[in-house]
């Protein structure tokens, strides 16, 4: 998918930050549609069914926090990724949007450069899902029918869950994987497991793979970052 393709939904309630940052991402070619409150984006969200959705948290009429949540009903807009702006400190409304909806989290305030790249980062997460049975992300190629990995030219082989971890997280780069979610998919109802369980598979990918690739999203989850 083209730059002048995709489609990304600015909502905020300030006028600024609505100038600044749709003028960057403008300029990168992306098509940029903005909103001045949740109401207002959740109507131009199902009109134009953007590829991303940059949601500020604290707006008038509605909240960004009510707006995803009436997003995500929507199936037309299943695939559509949603972030949101928040501001520093503001750990609850992340956990919150994360119960919402959201993907991901942008806190302010945040330079023009690095916002293109944080948008960038997210939308490719939206390229074709990829139906072969290796993936490969950077200098790390995870082979699903063989439970093999190559980390920088080396093969390693992980025990089960530690593969099926990985390949969950590097499945998504930059996709917040709340903790139910990891154990739903990777454990299922196998067996009762704890959440430090995540947290010790998570510490030993980290030993065999650097710690880099794994960041720990506090109170949420984990992600894969590239």
């Keep these: 998918m083209k730059k002048n393709d995709i489609k990304i939904l600015l909502v905020d309630d300030e006028p600024d930050i609505l100038e600044i940052v749709g003028y960057n991402l403008s300029s990168e070619g992306y098509q940029v549609i903005t909103a001045e409150n949740g109401h207002e984006g959740v109507k131009k969200a199902k009109k134009e069914l953007p590829q991303l959705i940059i949601l500020d948290v604290m707006m008038p ?8 949540e009436l997003i995500r009903k929507n199936p037309d807009l299943k695939n559509s990724i949603i972030t949101f702006l928040t501001a520093r400190g503001e750990d609850y409304s ?3 949007g994360f119960d919402a909806g959201a993907d991901d989290y942008i806190t302010k305030p945040i330079k023009p450069k690095v916002l ?3 948008v960038k980062a997210l939308l490719r997460r939206f390229k074709e899902e990829d139906t072969s049975d290796t993936v490969k992300i950077g200098n790390l190629v995870i082979n699903r029918d063989e439970y093999k990995i190559i980390s920088k030219g080396e093969e390693i082989i992980l025990p089960r869950k530690e593969f ?4 969950l997280l590097a499945s998504k780069p ?3 994987f ?4 990891i154990l739903d998919a990777v454990w299922g109802n196998e067996v009762v497991v704890g959440g430090r369980t995540i947290d010790v598979h998570i510490r030993k990918l980290r030993e065999k793979l650097g710690d880099t690739s ?3 999203i506090k109170g949420v989850g984990y992600k894969f970052v590239e």
């Design 61 to 68: 009429e509605m909240d960004g926090i009510e707006a995803c």
């Design 94 to 96: 992340q956990v919150a």
């Design 116 to 118: 293109v790249s944080k």
């Design 164 to 167: 099926e971890l990985l390949s």
């Design 174 to 176: 930059g996709k917040v």
């Design 178 to 181: 709340k903790r139910d979610e």
């Design 214 to 216: 794994f960041k720990t």
